[in-house]
Structures are given as structure tokens and as C-alpha cells.
């Protein structure tokens, strides 16, 4: 079984930052790709951020030179630097994970329990 767990969300004022981590942990042979993913309230979840294990990015046009995804393959860590951050900002921010649990299986997706953001105006 793998887990995700995040950290780092809370109240900041408009312009503020924030910085998200997920750690994924369990039975983990590899890791693909880890993303981040929000939803606000009455609204769909999203893609904020992607990226794979060999560094390559992919950010929401939302975030676009705001946002910066990272991520330490040595941990199965995962960040999401948020700054210049607004109200439109404010969601449950969740972490994903394609995880391989051994050579054999296939890759699944993990989700972690959610974080709350919230940027005040």
C-alpha cells in the first residue's frame, strides 16, 4: 500500500507564499509522475502542477511564473513553491502519484488527504 501525505497549507494574505510538500511512502518501486491538483469549492478538481521523475514540468496557465513544482526522487518527495499567491488561489490542494509498487505491477495512481490554502484579499 502506498500514502501520500502533505503539508504546508494555511491562511496567507494575497502576494504571501506557501510552500506544499507530499511524501509518498509504502511499498514503492518507482514513481512517474507526481502532480499537484486543487479544487475550490463548487468547482472541479484541477491540474496545478506535474512532473516527472527525470525533471520535466507542467504547470497550469493559472500559475504560469508563480508556481514552481519540484521534487526529490531520493524521498518520493514532491514540493509546490506558490508565491504572488491570490484569492482565486484559494482551494484544497492534493498531491498525486504514479506509483509502481514492484518491477512486475502496474502503475497506479495515489492521491494524498488534501490541504487547504486559503489566500485572504
Known amino acids: 500500500q502506498v500514502q501520500l501525505v502533505e503539508s504546508g497549507g494555511g491562511l496567507v494574505q494575497a502576494g504571501g507564499s506557501l510552500r506544499l510538500s507530499c511524501a509518498a511512502s509504502g511499498t514503492i518501486f518507482s514513481i512517474n509522475v507526481m502532480g499537484w491538483y486543487r479544487q475550490a469549492p463548487g468547482k472541479q478538481r484541477e491540474l496545478v502542477a506535474t512532473i516527472t521523475s527525470g525533471g520535466s514540468t507542467n504547470y497550469a496557465d493559472s500559475v504560469k511564473g508563480r508556481f514552481t513544482i519540484s521534487r526529490d526522487n531520493a524521498t518520493n518527495t514532491v514540493y509546490l513553491q506558490m508565491n504572488s499567491l491570490k484569492p482565486e488561489d484559494t482551494a484544497v490542494y492534493y498531491c498525486?502519484?504514479?506509483?509502481?509498487?514492484?518491477?512486475?505491477?502496474?502503475?497506479?495512481?495515489?492521491w494524498g488527504q488534501g490541504t487547504q490554502v486559503t489566500v485572504s484579499s
Open positions: 498525486n502519484a504514479e506509483v509502481q509498487a514492484r518491477s512486475w505491477t502496474p502503475r497506479y495512481n495515489y
